[in-house]
């Protein structure tokens, strides 16, 4: 029997995926796949209190279980856990900077690893933790890279980068993916066709979404609207008062499961991204999915996504009345903004269809197990 080890980032844990939202699209899109291509899965959290898994027995969930820093139990994870480690196939990591412990039960074990660069890992932690934290992300992410196994990018800037640290005979582009059955457009209504329109932002509220240019911008607008914003962050407070002091008409909305986000995309006229960085946003390929017209700020990973005119609209990072000016363009012409909806969509069903992405990277799985 196969078993496969899957590695969450540092400091993440089953509970955070859950007030996230994510926690149903991890346990169906990912647990569920991987426990039908091995028989044994193994998920080592950076939780204690952890709520359960709802996945079917062959997959089960291992917590961090002693005090500590979360670092410093990524390094000794393989170790504490040597019984679940030791017999592995083959270990997943997530994303490059949750890979230590693959890297060090690679070196104990000789257990193969997998990991996917989905962001660059110093430019995120120069936003949200400095510039330490930057560095320090920086080289466990290049450290991971070097000595796995196979390396998942989901970019061409990140294969760039990649090509850089690791021989390409090991790098594979699959780009993030979207369960294309769960948006229902036949329940899509047309953009601008109600008297108040509704934006809608999706994500965590954090310093890299960058959440208080769009609230600046929406004040300039004339028109009927409201600011729907889903989901948590520690700028949550900070936002609110923003848009009470500029009389922005704006709605917070607590994270909701990731099944029901599509109801939130299908009943809006547009998506906006103002993020300061991205990796390759899968709130974007909800939004497009879903046939929403959709903004951007013109930074790295969203302009990737992005072709300005034809599938969606680019703004200047930070610059609030070039958003809004973007913003009023659509809600007066709503036939263009239905055409960049319809134009997404296509985008997604042609190269993000998350089914046939999975399979490609179950059988890269497979192929480096031992």
Same mark, same amino acid.
């Given at each position: 029997?196969?078993?496969?080890?899957?590695?969450?980032?540092?400091?993440?844990? =089953?509970?955070?995926?859950?007030?996230?939202?994510?926690?149903?699209?991890? $346990?169906?899109?990912?647990?569920?796949?991987?426990?039908?291509?091995?028989?044994?899965?193994?998920?080592?959290?950076?939780?204690?209190?952890?709520?359960?898994?709802?996945?079917?027995?062959?997959?089960?969930? @291992?917590?961090?279980?002693?005090?500590?820093?979360?670092?410093?139990?990524?390094?000794?994870?393989?170790? =504490?856990?040597?019984?679940?480690?030791?017999?592995?196939?083959? +270990?997943?990591?997530?994303?490059?900077?949750?890979?230590?412990?693959?890297?060090?039960? /690679?070196?104990?074990?000789?257990?193969?690893?997998?990991? !996917?660069?989905?962001?660059?890992?110093?430019?995120?932690?120069?936003? $949200?933790?400095?510039? %330490?934290?930057?560095?320090?992300?920086?080289? +466990?992410?290049? !450290?991971?890279?070097?000595?796995?196994?196979?390396?998942?990018? !989901?970019?061409?800037?990140?294969?760039?980068?990649?090509?850089?640290?690791?021989?390409?005979?090991?790098?594979?582009?699959?780009?993030?993916?979207?369960?294309?059955?769960? @948006?229902?457009?036949?329940?899509?209504?047309?953009?601008?066709?109600?008297?108040?329109? !509704?934006?809608?932002?999706?994500?965590?509220?954090?310093?890299?979404?960058?959440?208080?240019?769009?609230?600046?911008?929406?004040?300039?607008? %004339?028109?009927?609207?409201?600011?729907?914003?889903?989901?948590?962050? $520690?700028?949550?407070?900070?936002? /609110?008062?923003?848009?009470?002091?500029? /009389?922005v008409n704006i709605e917070f909305v607590a994270?909701?499961?990731?099944?029901?986000?599509?109801?939130?995309?299908?009943? %809006?006229?547009?998506?906006?991204?103002?993020?300061?960085?991205?990796?390759?946003?899968?709130?974007?390929?909800?939004?497009?999915?879903?046939?929403?017209?959709?903004?951007?700020?013109?930074?790295?990973?969203?302009?990737?996504?992005?072709?300005?005119?034809?599938?969606?609209?680019?703004?200047?990072?930070?610059?609030?009345?070039?958003?809004?000016?973007?913003?009023?363009?659509?809600? %007066?012409?709503?036939?263009?903004?239905?055409?960049?909806?319809?134009?997404?969509?296509?985008?997604? $069903?042609?190269? @993000?269809?998350?089914?046939?992405?999975?399979?490609?990277?179950?059988?890269?799985?497979?192929?480096?197990?031992?």
């Amino acid at each position: 029997m196969k078993k496969l080890g899957v590695l969450l980032s540092i400091g993440e844990s =089953l509970r955070l995926y859950d007030q996230m939202g994510q926690k149903d699209r991890l $346990e169906r899109c990912y647990l569920a796949r991987y426990a039908e291509n091995f028989g044994d899965v193994r998920l080592f959290t950076y939780g204690s209190d952890e709520p359960s898994l709802e996945v079917g027995e062959s997959v089960k969930l @291992f917590p961090k279980n002693i005090f500590g820093p979360e670092l410093l139990y990524s390094f000794v994870m393989p170790i =504490l856990r040597l019984r679940y480690f030791k017999d592995l196939s083959v +270990i997943r990591s997530l994303q490059s900077i949750g890979g230590l412990p693959a890297l060090i039960a /690679k070196k104990l074990f000789g257990v193969p690893y997998l990991t !996917t660069l989905g962001f660059f890992a110093s430019e995120h932690y120069r936003v $949200e933790r400095g510039k %330490s934290w930057a560095w320090l992300g920086g080289l +466990i992410e290049r !450290t991971v890279l070097r000595s796995a196994d196979a390396v998942i990018v !989901t970019t061409d800037s990140l294969k760039e980068y990649a090509l850089t640290i690791v021989p390409a005979e090991r790098i594979h582009f699959i780009p993030n993916g979207v369960e294309l059955k769960i @948006f229902d457009l036949s329940n899509r209504k047309r953009p601008f066709s109600e008297q108040v329109a !509704t934006i809608l932002f999706i994500g965590r509220l954090s310093p890299q979404k960058n959440l208080e240019t769009l609230v600046e911008a929406a004040s300039k607008l %004339s028109f009927n609207y409201r600011v729907v914003i889903v989901g948590e962050g $520690e700028r949550k407070d900070a936002l /609110k008062e923003l848009a009470n002091r500029l /009389k922005v008409n704006i709605e917070f909305v607590a994270v909701v499961p990731h099944f029901e986000l599509p109801k939130y995309y299908l009943f %809006s006229d547009l998506f906006v991204l103002p993020s300061r960085v991205e990796g390759h946003p899968k709130v974007l390929l909800e939004a497009f999915a879903a046939a929403l017209p959709c903004i951007g700020a013109k930074v790295e990973g969203i302009s990737g996504l992005i072709e300005d005119g034809k599938n969606g609209l680019l703004f200047e990072f930070g610059d609030a009345d070039d958003l809004a000016q973007k913003i009023r363009f659509l809600q %007066s012409n709503p036939d263009y903004a239905q055409g960049l909806g319809v134009e997404a969509r296509l985008v997604v $069903e042609k190269n @993000f269809d998350l089914e046939k992405l999975l399979a490609r990277e179950m059988e890269l799985l497979r192929r480096i197990a031992r």
